[in-house]
C-alpha cells in the first residue's frame, strides 16, 4: 500500500506558463488576499461531514479484536461464540493461526453487530490462545548482544556508511571539537479525527467513505487488497480530521471493514478508538546520535561524524537527514535501522526533518559556544549559497530583528528568581512541489461554475485555493464557484502528502479554467462581433478589452450558451509551480528551574512557499506546524514500559499535547515569491519548532538537554547533573 510521501521534482524556478499564467500580484483581484475558507461555515456549524459522521441505512459497527502481546504466535483463533452474540452480523479472521503478532495492536479478528456495544461485547468473546514469544520494545534492548530478534536476521540493519571530502584532514583543521549525544521521542499520530471508513457494497461493487489523505490511492489500495477491479470501487473523503501521513491508504481497519460489510450484506462503520489509533496508526521514528564535529578558530565548519540509530518498529526504517542545512565540507555518517516489536512508523509531517534538524541544530549551537560566535552570525557563516530555494542568509536577519535578538543573554539567564528565560533558532527546508492532476470546469448556461478534480481537502484549504484560483482565472469571486473535491470518481489526483497539493492541483485549475474561459470567448465573441481573443473576464463581466462599456454581465454571457454547457477537461502543465522551500524560526521560552516545566512563550517565522495563493490559509498552515513542534519539543512522546513492552500512555490524558495556554504567541512573515509559482507549505513550519526551543531552554538554563520531549524530569535531572558537576546556574 502507498504510504509513502510522493517525490518530486519540479524545478525551484520555472519558466512562467505561457498562455495562463499567473497574474502579477498587483493584478490579481482574488489570488493573494486572505480570504476565509469556502467551507468554514460547514465545519464550524457540524454540518460538513466527516467519515465518522456517514450514515447509512441498516449500518453495523465493526470493532477489531488485537493482540494484547508484543510479540506473540497465534496459535488458535475460535470466533464461534462471537458470531452467535446479541446483534452480531459478521464475524472474521484476520490473522491466520500459526502467524505472529508482531506488537501490541496486531489485528487477530473482527466482527460487526448492530450497536457499538454489541461489537465490543462480541470481540471479548474471541478466544485466542497465543504462544508468548520474547519481545523487545525499546530499541537499547533490541540493540543488545543476544537480544531475541523481531525478524529472522536481527535487529539492526545497517545502511552504508556515507562519506563525502576528507575527514582527518578535516578534524586536523579543526581548532575546537564537541563530541555529543542527542535523541528524539517516538510521535504517535494523534490525527483529532482517528483513521476509519464506512463500507458499503452494491453487488460487486465497493463504495468506501474514507479519512483519508487519497482517494485515487486508496481506491487502488482497496481493490488490490480485495482482489477486485479499481473500476468496481468508489473512494469519497468529503472532510477529514487530519492525516500528517498516516492516512495514505484503506488499511488493514479498511480491507477488514469492507470484508465484515461484504459478509454481513449491510453497510459497516469501523473507526479506530484513540487507544487504538496510538498502537498501530503510525509514529515518527526514534532518532538518536553520537556526532563528532569540528570548527577552525574562525568560525568555519570544518567535519562530521556521526553514528545514528532509530527505531520504526516491526519493519519500517528510521532514517533522517543528517548533517541538515549547514555545510560540513568533510562528513562521514554511518546509520543503524533498528527493528522493535512495536507499531510501525509512518510518514509524519516532513519525515525526517525535524530529526535531523534537531541534531543539527543543537550541535551548531555548541559548536558556537566553543569560537564564541553568536548562534545567528555562526549559521549564517556556515549556510550554503543563497538560492531561490536556500534564502536562509536573507531570513535569519529578518527574524531575528523581528525576534528581537539582540536582547539575548549569554547562556544561562542571569537573573535571579526561578524563572529563567532563553532564546533559540533554527532553520528548514522542503521540497513542496507537485504535479500530475487532472481536473474538470463546467460553465452552466445558468452562469454556475464547477469544479471537480480527484484531490482532497485533508483540512489544508484546498477547497479555499481551487475556489481562489478557478475565481481569479474567470474573472468571479471565490463564492461564485463551486468545488468538487475528495471522489475517484473525479479526475485523478495523487495523494496529498509531501506538501505537494498545492503545487500539483492549482495549476491544472488554472489551465483548466483558462480553457474553459477561451471556450466560452469562443461562444460569445460572434455576438459581440469581435475576434475572441479581444475579450477579457474581469469584474464578474466579459467584456470587449480597452471597451469596458461594450460586453456581458457574466450571467447574460453564460445565458447566450443556451442549452450546452461548456466543459473541459485538462491537467497540470509546467511553467505555475516549482520545488523547494526554505524558512528560519526564533523560539522565546520560561523555563521554572524549581518544577523544570519549559513553557514556549514566543515563536517568530519567516517562510517562503512561493507564490502566496491566501495569505491566511499559508499563515494557518504555519500555525498548525508550530503548535505540533511545540508538541514534539516538550510534550509528546510514545512511552513503552521496558519488560511489557506495553504501551503506558496510550490516550489523551497521558499521552500530552499543547492546550490553547501551551500554545505561544506566534509571528509569522510569508516571503512572497511570486516569480516561482506555487509551492505547498504543509511541512516545513512543523521542522525547526523543535530545534528552536531546545536551544533556547539551553540558553535559558545554562545546561543543555539534549534529548527531545524537554519534559520537566529531563531540565530537573540536566540541573542536577550539572550542579554535582560544580557548575553553577
Ligand atoms: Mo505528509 S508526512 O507528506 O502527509
Excluded at 164 to 172: C, R, S, V, Y
Excluded at 201 to 212: C, E, I, N, R, Y
Amino acid at each position: 500500500m502507498a504510504e509513502q510521501v510522493p517525490e518530486v521534482n519540479t524545478p525551484a524556478r520555472p519558466a512562467q506558463h505561457e498562455k495562463y499564467p499567473w497574474p502579477a500580484p498587483a493584478d490579481a483581484t482574488v489570488l493573494g488576499k486572505p480570504l476565509t475558507r469556502v467551507d468554514g461555515p460547514l465545519k464550524v456549524s457540524g454540518r460538513a461531514i466527516y467519515a465518522y459522521d456517514v450514515q447509512r441505512p441498516g449500518l453495523l459497527h465493526g470493532r477489531i479484536l488485537r493482540s494484547p502481546h508484543p510479540h506473540a504466535r497465534v496459535v488458535s483463533v475460535d470466533i464461534a461464540a462471537a458470531q452467535k452474540a446479541p446483534g452480531v452480523k459478521a464475524a472474521l479472521v484476520v490473522i491466520q493461526p500459526g502467524k505472529p503478532a508482531m506488537y501490541q495492536g496486531d489485528e487477530i479478528a473482527a466482527v460487526a453487530a448492530e450497536t457499538e456495544e454489541q461489537a465490543e461485547d462480541a470481540v471479548r468473546l474471541i478466544k485466542v490462545e497465543y504462544e508468548v514469544l520474547p519481545h523487545v520494545a525499546l530499541e537499547d534492548l533490541a540493540m543488545r548482544d543476544g537480544a531475541p530478534s523481531v525478524f529472522e536476521g536481527g535487529n539492526i540493519k545497517s545502511g552504508e556508511a556515507q562519506e563525502t571530502g576528507d575527514l582527518a584532514a578535516g578534524f586536523k583543521a579543526a581548532a575546537h571539537t564537541v563530541e555529543a549525544s542527542y535523541s528524539t521521542q517516538v510521535q504517535t499520530h494523534v490525527c483529532l479525527e482517528t483513521h476509519g471508513c464506512v463500507c458499503e457494497w452494491d453487488g460487486d461493487k465497493l463504495t468506501a467513505w474514507v479519512s483519508t489523505q487519497a482517494v485515487h490511492g486508496t481506491r487502488e489500495g482497496f481493490a488490490e487488497a480485495l482482489q477486485i477491479p479499481q473500476t468496481n470501487v468508489r473512494v469519497i473523503c468529503e472532510y477529514m480530521g487530519g492525516g500528517f501521513g498516516s492516512k495514505f491508504g484503506p488499511d488493514s481497519q479498511g480491507v477488514v471493514c469492507a470484508r465484515l460489510s461484504k459478509q454481513a450484506a449491510a453497510p459497516v462503520k469501523l473507526m479506530l478508538d484513540r487507544k487504538e489509533e496510538h498502537l498501530v496508526s503510525g509514529n515518527r521514528p526514534s532518532s538518536a546520535s553520537k556526532i563528532k564535529a569540528g570548527v577552525a578558530a574562525d568560525g568555519t565548519l570544518t567535519a562530521f561524524d556521526a553514528e545514528t540509530w532509530g527505531t520504526g518498529g516491526a519493519g519500517v526504517g528510521a532514517s533522517f537527514p543528517l548533517p541538515y542545512i549547514y555545510v560540513f565540507p568533510n562528513r562521514r555518517r554511518q546509520h543503524r535501522d533498528v527493528y522493535t516489536n512495536a507499531g510501525p512508523a509512518r510518514a509524519f509531517r516532513a519525515p525526517g526533518h525535524p530529526q535531523g534538524c534537531f541534531h543539527t541544530e543543537m550541535l551548531m549551537d555548541e559548536l558556537a559556544d566553543r569560537v564564541r560566535m553568536d548562534p545567528v552570525e555562526f549559521r549564517i557563516k556556515n549556510l550554503p549559497d543563497e538560492a531561490p530555494n536556500r534564502m536562509w542568509r536573507k531570513y535569519f536577519p529578518i527574524a531575528a530583528e523581528k525576534f528581537g535578538w539582540s536582547r539575548r543573554h549569554p547562556t544561562g539567564d542571569p537573573s535571579s528568581g526561578p524563572i529563567k528565560r532563553g532564546m533559540g533558532c533554527a532553520a528548514n527546508q522542503w521540497g513542496g512541489g507537485g504535479r500530475g492532476t487532472k481536473a474538470h470546469v463546467e460553465v452552466l448556461p445558468d452562469g454556475g461554475v464547477l469544479v471537480r478534480c480527484g484531490t482532497q481537502d485533508i483540512g489544508t484549504g484546498t477547497r479555499t485555493i481551487v475556489a481562489m484560483v478557478a475565481a481569479e482565472t474567470l474573472g468571479l469571486s471565490y463564492d461564485a464557484i463551486k468545488v468538487e473535491v475528495g471522489d475517484s470518481q473525479f479526475p485523478f489526483s495523487g495523494g496529498s502528502g509531501g506538501s505537494t497539493t498545492a503545487a500539483a492541483v492549482t495549476p491544472a485549475i488554472r489551465v483548466t479554467a483558462g480553457k474553459a474561459l477561451d471556450a466560452l470567448k469562443e461562444r460569445i465573441a460572434p455576438k459581440l462581433g469581435v475576434p475572441p481573443a479581444q475579450l477579457v473576464a474581469r469584474n464578474g463581466r466579459i467584456e470587449v478589452k480597452d471597451q469596458a462599456s461594450k460586453g456581458y454581465a457574466w450571467k447574460d454571457a453564460c445565458r447566450l450558451l443556451g442549452t450546452e454547457p461548456v466543459t473541459v477537461d485538462a491537467e497540470w502543465e509546467n511553467g505555475l509551480s516549482a520545488s523547494g522551500t526554505s524558512g528560519v524560526q526564533f523560539a522565546e521560552v520560561e523555563v521554572d528551574v524549581e518544577t523544570g516545566v519549559a513553557k514556549v512563550s514566543r515563536i517568530v517565522c519567516v517562510q517562503d512557499c512561493g507564490l502566496i495563493l491566501d495569505p491566511m490559509t499559508a499563515e494557518s498552515q504555519v500555525y498548525g506546524g508550530i503548535v505540533m513542534g511545540v508538541n514534539y519539543a516538550l510534550y509528546e512522546e510514545r512511552i513503552l514500559d521496558r519488560n511489557t513492552g506495553q504501551m503506558v500512555n496510550p490516550n489523551m490524558e497521558w499521552y500530552h499535547i499543547a492546550g490553547m495556554s501551551d500554545v505561544p504567541k506566534i509571528e509569522v512573515t510569508l516571503m512572497n515569491q511570486p516569480e516561482r509559482g506555487v509551492i505547498g507549505l504543509g511541512e516545513p513550519p512543523t521542522i525547526s519548532t523543535a530545534a528552536a526551543v531546545a536551544n533556547a531552554v539551553a540558553n535559558a538554563i545554562g545546561v543543555r538537554v539534549r534529548h527531545l520531549p524537554l519534559t520537566p524530569d529531563r531540565i530537573l535531572n540536566a540541573l542536577a547533573a550539572q550542579e554535582r558537576a560544580g557548575g553553577t546556574l
